[in-house]
């Protein structure tokens, strides 16, 4: 028997008990060993996801780290055993969007584990074993639970091309922050600027390779001044403020959604600096195979930022430990 949360509706759940799923053609059954909790799995228990990007009833659970159980017919039976990672976005391959490398938008539809497709708040989950990433037989699976924040990350520092030298900026010290600055440190920036308002998040972003930390009522001098700036945190201004940290000709990547849809991006700004401006959503199967490289090489170390781990009963807790602005990232450990 194996155990899983589901969410029959926002703010509704239950533990349940139920034989393991059997892999289909093609699947892979994977046992979960870690499971991160973020601020999507907070606003998926509270329905404050943007429409169309749930489904309710649903096991959560998008970020995780496991061992391949067993595999279905037509799925290569080396994977059995093998210590892997996952994409979350269940793409076809076959339309425009996907053969153009954007797996994320694939034509088909919205398809992810944890928000419309069970996730991995349970002690195995099924999917696709082409999603699969292995990992080395050393791999710290513990860690490797952060890679697909890490993936997300990637796709913004992807978008903007970092190239040694330039002074770069993160808005956000959170864990997607704190993961973009170990990724941008890997281009040797001249400076790597943190905007964060919680002083609790000074020792995380100085460990992660920031030079400074700011508060956002400290950086209307550092205005015009960064090469290129990634916004993390998905709050009431930060993407304003991404913008208006960028130097003319500079590159500005949006990866938080932000809880105020009143915020705005100064339009005039962006055309009077001639900014490229990028949006991110998810992250592309050339993301991941970024991220789980710079894992690999020790580039990406996320273990640190780990700083509770929980029970899968203890799931409610876990969210609300997650908006602590003293938390890294939780893990739940089924």
């Known amino acids: ?34 499971a991160g909790v973020c601020g999507s ?38 994977l059995v ?33 944890g928000f419309t497709s069970p996730g991995a708040f349970a002690e195995y989950l099924l999917l ?37 030298g330039e002074s770069l900026a993160v808005i956000g010290a959170g864990t997607l922050g704190v ?6 440190g890997a281009y040797s920036p001249v400076e790597l600027v943190v905007v964060d308002p919680r002083r609790e998040r000074v020792e995380p972003a100085l460990e ?20 290129a700036v990634v916004e993390t945190a998905g709050a009431s201004g930060t993407a304003h403020a991404a913008v208006r940290l960028a130097r ?17 991006i100064p339009t005039t700004l962006i055309v009077t600096r001639h900014l490229a401006l990028h949006t991110v959503f998810g992250s592309t199967s050339a993301d991941w195979a970024h ?6 090489a020790g580039i990406l170390a996320p273990a640190p930022f780990v700083t509770d781990e929980l029970p899968l009963e203890d799931y409610e807790q876990a969210l609300k430990l997650s908006g602590s602005p003293t938390a890294g990232k939780i893990l739940l450990r089924p």
């Open 128 to 164: 696709p074993a082409r999603l699969l990433h292995v990992l080395g037989d050393d791999a710290d699976l513990r860690a490797a639970a952060l890679l697909e924040p890490a993936a997300v990350a990637a796709a913004g520092v992807r978008k903007v091309g970092p190239r040694p």
């Open 291 to 296: 991220v789980v490289r710079a894992f690999a």
């Open 41 to 78: 799995d907070r606003d998926l228990y509270a329905d404050t996801r943007p429409a169309g990007f749930a489904a309710y009833p649903v096991t959560p659970g998008h970020e995780w780290s496991g061992t391949v159980a067993a595999v279905g017919p037509g799925a290569d039976p080396a």
């Open 1 to 34: 028997m194996t155990r899983s949360i589901v969410l029959d509706e926002p703010g509704v759940w239950r533990l349940v008990t139920a034989d393991p799923p059997e892999p289909g053609p093609g699947e892979a059954l994977i046992r979960v060993v870690a």
């Open 179 to 184: 993961l973009t600055l170990q990724l941008l």
């Open 81 to 113: 055993a093998a210590k892997v990672v996952g994409e979350g976005h269940r793409s076809c391959l076959t339309c425009d969007s996907c053969r153009n490398g954007d797996t994320n938008l694939c034509a088909k539809g919205y398809d992810e584990t």
């Open 248 to 264: 003319r000709g500079g590159r500005v990547a949006i990866l938080g959604i932000p809880g105020d849809p009143a915020d705005s």
């Open 208 to 227: 992660a390779g920031a030079t400074a930390f700011r508060s956002p009522d400290e950086i209307g001098p550092l205005n015009g001044r960064f090469d």
